[in-house]
């Protein structure tokens, strides 16, 4: 696997690549930054499916469901803002886009 950066840059460890870090501190930073990175990669996966499906039941027609899994997104999304995942202020933006979508679907019928 060819660095991103060329020769003088080493990805972090779970990219197969050795260390760039030569003290303990450095090393350490490296792994606890490794174990957010995949911490917030499951959350954010988490949030995108959640999404995924209150968008596909919005689509389908179906009020109560589509309730339902608003409900369900709103809490997913705002559990990741409170775990730093998301910043406050877009995960308010992403509930509100949502629950405007909802509202135009039932004006709509």
Do not use: C, H
Not at 6 to 11: E, F, L, P, R, T
Not at 40 to 60: E, L
Not at 96 to 102: D, F, M, P, T, W
């Amino acid at each position: 696997m060819t660095p991103l950066f060329g020769d003088w840059y080493k990805a972090p460890l779970s990219k197969g690549y050795q260390d760039v870090a030569n003290t303990k501190s450095a090393l350490k930073r490296i792994r606890q930054s490794e174990a957010a990175r995949a911490r917030n990669a499951s959350i954010r996966s988490t949030v995108r499916t959640a999404v995924k499906k209150f968008r596909a039941a919005a689509a389908s027609a179906e009020p109560g469901e589509a309730q339902e899994l608003l409900r369900l997104a709103t809490r997913a999304i705002d559990r990741a803002a409170t775990k730093g995942v998301y910043k406050g202020r877009a995960a308010s933006r992403k509930i509100s886009r949502l629950a405007k979508s909802v509202s135009a679907a039932a004006a709509a019928k």
